[in-house]
């Protein structure tokens, strides 16, 4: 099976920039998405092909996948932006996710 | 506008089954992969299954493979998750979400608990 590492925390200040990785291998080749996920509350799309913004979603949120490593990057991060934050790799039409990471905004 | 509407949780013994539901609006099933993807009490998501938008391909993921079954129904425009020998490891959130090519999941449902306990 194919695996997705993420690291289980992340700590960003109001207004600084946020990084969550997330790794596999030959990441770079697979198409990757991103989500957010706030508590009780279902995931939604930030990041498709692994840099793509959805239409709706603030342009403070950005991607890039390239290698083994897959980031997502939260330009001036606001308190709004604490959640659970998913990586997911596709193979054909299955998929697998990251185990999450959890950003907080101290 | 697109909606999708999950039912059919609840609380099952070990080894009984269930029959998720998750009814569409604003969107024909028949015209897109769908999938099921899980969350367990305070864990991660977890992808589940997918069935392709004209239905001749289901995959599974291996903790649910010849348990579970994808299916849909065009005339009710719904997507159903049959489970078989339920075990407590299967408790969770389940997710139903729509798939576009090339893109990911763009709409989910808002989830349904499903609680295995004796």
């Known amino acids: 099976s194919y695996d997705l590492t993420q690291p289980p925390s992340v700590s960003v200040s109001p207004g600084q920039t946020a990084s969550i990785t997330c790794s596999g291998d030959k990441l770079g080749n697979k198409y990757v998405c991103w989500y957010q996920q706030r508590p009780g509350q279902s995931p939604v799309l930030l990041i498709y092909q692994g840099s793509k913004r959805p239409s709706g979603i603030p342009e403070r949120f950005s991607g890039s996948n390239s290698g083994n490593t897959a980031t997502l990057t939260i330009s001036g991060t606001q308190a709004m932006d604490e959640a659970d934050y998913y990586c997911q790799a596709w193979d054909s039409i299955t998929a697998v996710f990251g185990g999450g990471t959890t950003l907080t905004v101290l | 506008q697109v909606q999708l509407v999950e039912s059919g949780g609840g609380v099952v013994q070990p080894g009984r089954s269930l029959r998720l539901s998750c009814a569409a609006s604003?969107?024909?099933?028949?015209?897109?992969?769908m999938h099921w993807v899980r969350q367990a009490p305070g864990k991660g998501l977890e992808w589940v299954a997918v069935?392709?938008?004209?239905?001749?391909?289901?995959y599974y993921a291996d903790s649910v493979k010849g348990r579970f079954t994808i299916s849909r129904d065009s005339s009710k425009n719904t997507l159903y998750l049959q489970m078989n020998s339920l075990r407590p490891e299967d408790a969770a959130v389940y997710y139903c979400?729509?798939?576009?090519?090339?893109?990911?999941?763009?709409?989910w449902g808002q989830g349904t608990l499903v609680t295995v306990s004796s």
């Open positions: 069935i392709s938008y004209d239905g001749s391909n289901k």
């Open positions: 979400a729509r798939d576009v090519t090339e893109i990911g999941n763009d709409y």
């Open positions: 604003g969107f024909t099933v028949s015209s897109f992969t």
